[in-house]
């Protein structure tokens, strides 16, 4: 519990007397006190410092209570535990004033016990209060790493890594699925990086037109060909001292794998048309979906640059692999969308459908689905038939199996979520199919939840 040497208790009281008693009660029990004899006198206290716990008389010339009480409300500040002294007969008035932010009330005469245990549960809820924060502030730094969300060991794993690799200088193959976020990987990099303040650049290999590869990446002089009509800077300049990211490098032509390589090995580039060469300081990451050491035995990809980019190498996991950040992500997907107004929320049983999918286009699929959900959902609630049709047709016919032995009771429930989904979620047509109440349906969903 916090240490009440450590709160300051402001006392707002107007007899003199009085608010020496209450004071020296308080200081007996090892808090700090500062006095004020009204509430004028105590809005003026509260801008000067932060009091977690006011006591204050209800009823007092210049400001009374009430009036405190509602002034603290207005403010934009942390607000302090308000208690109340009262005469009994204002009972009713101490009530309403509970309902409108004070913490607690007391009634004089009070007994010494009463004022003590009334700062005692106010100091307990602050500590309370100030453990959750903390515990808050852990989570989201656990949770999230520039931009990366996940709770997962795999990826906390992988998070780890790059916080020892980022300052090296050493270039990183980035593989992995589709759509399970090798270029917000590159991004965490840079950022945790020295480089972090330099430019970052990536570069879709895929993308670049046929027989211009050579042209956007290292640039070229004018008249270097037909038409190169100025002289244009290439990519691999472009990045200067910052980041470089060759996505989807397995989408490379050999011819131009060679001058990449030359690249890596000499640090230094050669635009098209010109001898002279410019030096070359960038990191590079690269990333593919392929598995770039079949690629090498097939002889689709350079043996010399594979280990030439092989100095870091990250495997990300798909998404199947870490279903523990599957809720995570579709929070943050959600805040997305009611960040634009439209808000929703997913139901039990499509949270149940989402984490058994096994997500063939990863976090970008993810995405996607509950971005066409948010839209489709009534009432404000993603049910399972909103998910698309095919997703469901899929996972029906792959989950509903015989593959291996399995007790009646795990059978029998993936049956009922089988008919269930083949009615779009209407449990009285579903009951009917299976010949029981539509209740038991109910029942039997609760007990699995």
């Not at 709160?7 to 004020?36: H, K, Q």
């Not at 009509?229 to 001292?241: I, S, V």
């Not at 798909?318 to 009611?338: G, K, M, S, T, V």
Request: net charge negative; aromatic share 6%; proline share 4%.
């Amino acid at each position: 519990m916090t240490d009440p040497v450590k709160i300051t208790v402001l006392v707002v009281e107007d007899d003199r007397d009085m608010c020496e008693f209450i004071a020296d009660i308080l200081l007996d029990a090892g808090y700090a006190v500062t006095t004020a004899a009204n509430g004028a006198e105590a809005l003026d206290k509260l801008d000067e410092k932060s009091y977690p716990i006011v006591i204050s008389d209800l009823k007092m010339p210049v400001m009374d209570g009430s009036t405190l009480l509602a002034k603290i409300n207005a403010r934009d500040m942390v607000k302090p535990f308000v208690i109340l002294i009262t005469a009994f007969g204002d009972i009713d008035q101490a009530l309403q004033l509970i309902n409108h932010g004070a913490y607690d009330y007391i009634f004089k005469p009070f007994k010494i016990e009463q004022l003590l245990i009334a700062v005692k549960k106010a100091v307990s809820e602050l500590t309370m209060r100030q453990k959750i924060e903390e515990l808050e502030q852990i989570n989201t730094q656990r949770l999230s790493f520039h931009n990366l969300l996940a709770n997962s060991s795999s990826m906390h794993k992988l998070f780890h890594f790059i916080e020892k690799i980022a300052n090296s200088s050493g270039n990183v193959l980035l593989e992995g699925e589709t759509g399970t976020g090798k270029e917000l990987i590159a991004r965490a990099i840079h950022r945790s990086s020295t480089r972090k303040n330099k430019v970052f650049v990536p570069v879709n290999c895929a993308a670049l037109p046929d027989g211009l590869f050579e042209s956007e990446l290292f640039g070229h002089v004018k008249g270097a060909f037909t038409d190169a009509k100025t002289a244009k800077k290439g990519l691999f300049t472009e990045a200067a001292d910052g980041t470089l990211l060759l996505d989807e490098i397995g989408e490379m032509p050999l011819s131009v794998q060679a001058k990449i390589l030359r690249v890596l090995q000499n640090r230094e580039i050669r635009p098209v048309g010109s001898n002279d060469s410019i030096p070359f300081e960038a990191r590079v990451i690269a990333a593919t979906n392929k598995n770039l050491k079949e690629e090498v035995e097939c002889g689709r990809f350079r043996e010399d640059l594979y280990y030439r980019l092989n100095i870091f190498k990250i495997t990300v996991p798909p998404l199947r692999e870490r279903r523990e950040d599957i809720p995570l992500l579709i929070q943050e997907f959600l805040a997305r969308h009611e960040r634009d107004g439209v808000s929703a929320k997913v139901s039990t049983e499509a949270m149940r459908f989402l984490l058994d999918y096994p997500w063939p286009g990863n976090i970008r699929e993810l995405e996607n689905v509950i971005e066409r959900c948010v839209f489709l959902a009534e009432e404000g609630e993603v049910a399972l038939h909103d998910l698309p049709e095919e997703m469901r047709q899929q996972q029906s016919a792959e989950h509903f199996s015989f593959g291996r032995l399995k007790p009646l009771a795990e059978v029998e429930m993936e049956y009922i979520r089988y008919v269930l989904d083949q009615c779009d979620g209407n449990k009285q047509k579903a009951a009917t199919l299976l010949g029981i109440n539509r209740k038991t349906i109910h029942r039997k969903l609760e007990n699995q939840d």
